[in-house]
């Protein structure tokens, strides 16, 4: 079965940087657009990331464009956030999510996808 395991969260000061990692397992994963969401205390889930089944296509949300890039390594099978300039309020749990297709239709709705992960913290400390 399709299984997402992210990791590289923690804490880290204003200004930092962290680079997430999700490795893939269960499916042919250079065949699948990929995803980042987050989730913050009290809020709802929403799409940070998203890139097509190469990685030549590339989707951020406003509020991260410029900061985080996303990236992936189809020979490993593993999915990467790297974030810079992290600010408080990028604190959240971190989501990794497989695509329901090859290349995104509609990046930003979790109904896009249909295997997420158990997350990973991020918490960034003013």
């Known amino acids: 079965q399709v299984q997402l395991v992210e990791s590289g969260g923690r804490l880290v000061q204003t200004g930092g940087s962290l680079r997430l990692s999700c490795a893939a397992s269960g499916f042919t994963f250079s065949d699948y657009a990929m995803g980042w969401f987050r989730q913050a205390p009290g809020k709802e889930r929403e799409s940070v990331a998203a890139l097509n089944w190469s990685g030549t296509m590339t989707y951020y949300a406003d509020s991260v464009q410029g900061r985080f890039t996303i990236f992936r390594d189809n020979a490993k099978d593993r999915l990467y956030l790297q974030m810079n300039s992290l600010q408080p309020e990028d604190t959240a749990v971190y989501y990794c999510?497989?695509?329901?297709?090859?290349?995104?239709?509609?990046?930003?709705?979790?109904?896009?996808?249909?295997?997420w992960g158990q997350g990973t913290q991020v918490t960034v400390s003013s």
């Open positions: 999510t497989k695509d329901r297709y090859s290349v995104p239709s509609s990046w930003m709705s979790p109904g896009e996808y249909d295997s």
